[in-house]
């Protein structure tokens, strides 16, 4: 009773399958309602699943996740597409392992299924806005950075690195970056930066650069 509940609550649907009968079940409403079936429509076997419900571009990537599972009985874990009844694609998660059973019984694995067409969607349309911000700041010339507190590791984007001479797989810490500083430009950047942290203010300083050479920006 505990675990349909914690699986209900968490939206996930229960299943097992026995791949030398070719049989699934799902144990619980939420199984059916992710494939958009009813219970009078039965559960699907492996076949259907894999022939006609799973997208095609997906099936080499299930088929392996399973074929792992049941040859070495590592967990199963496998993201893909499936065509629910109402011809809409929706995007799923797979978990799974290998049942431990008696001798001479035939292996099956137990799984969950979870429904996270949602959390695909929002990914896409953040890719598509870094994307367009990707095409925005190259073609004004600006370089976009940003840094987590404390203060250690910064993240620049190839623009800036550029600025600073540095090469695009370079790690930046806030160290390099004092190092890269004009040395009469470097304390009073320092106070520009502990002053916008301290009091929440926008960070607005101008500075130059040195490269390791001696030029200066």
């Known amino acids: 009773?505990?675990?349909?509940?914690?699986?209900?609550?968490?939206?996930?649907g229960i299943w097992h399958w026995s791949p030398q009968e070719?049989?699934?079940v799902w144990d619980n409403d939420r199984c059916y309602e992710v494939f958009g079936r009813s219970k009078e429509d039965g559960p699907l076997t492996?076949?259907?699943?894999?022939?006609?419900i799973l997208h095609p571009d997906d099936r080499r990537a299930y088929m392996r996740a399973m074929a792992a599972t049941l040859d070495t009985g590592a967990r199963f874990f496998f993201q893909g597409r499936?065509?629910?009844?109402?011809?809409?694609?929706?995007?799923?998660?797979?978990?799974?392992q290998v049942e431990d059973r008696k001798d001479g019984e035939p292996p099956r694995v137990l799984g969950t299924?979870?429904?996270?067409?949602?959390?695909?969607?929002?990914?896409?349309?953040?890719?598509?806005?870094?994307?367009r911000f990707d095409l925005?700041?190259?073609?004004?010339h600006v370089g976009f950075w940003?840094?987590?507190?404390?203060?250690?590791?910064l993240i620049w984007d190839n623009l800036v690195k550029e600025h600073f001479w540095l090469p695009?797989?370079?790690?930046?810490?806030?160290?390099?970056f004092y190092e890269r500083l004009h040395p009469e430009d470097r304390d009073r950047t320092r106070n520009a930066i502990a002053e916008c942290i301290e009091r929440n203010i926008p960070y607005d300083c101008e500075y130059r650069t040195v490269a390791p050479d001696g030029r200066v920006k």
């Open 113 to 131: 299924v979870l429904d996270i067409t949602r959390r695909k969607t929002s990914e896409e349309m953040l890719n598509q806005h870094r994307e």
């Open 146 to 153: 940003f840094c987590d507190l404390p203060f250690d590791r």
């Open 22 to 24: 070719d049989s699934s």
């Open 82 to 96: 499936i065509l629910r009844k109402d011809k809409t694609w929706a995007w799923v998660e797979f978990t799974g």
């Open 136 to 140: 925005v700041t190259e073609a004004a």
């Open 1 to 12: 009773k505990k675990l349909r509940l914690a699986t209900g609550a968490a939206e996930l």
């Open 168 to 176: 695009h797989d370079a790690d930046v810490t806030i160290d390099m």
């Open 46 to 52: 492996e076949s259907e699943f894999k022939n006609h």
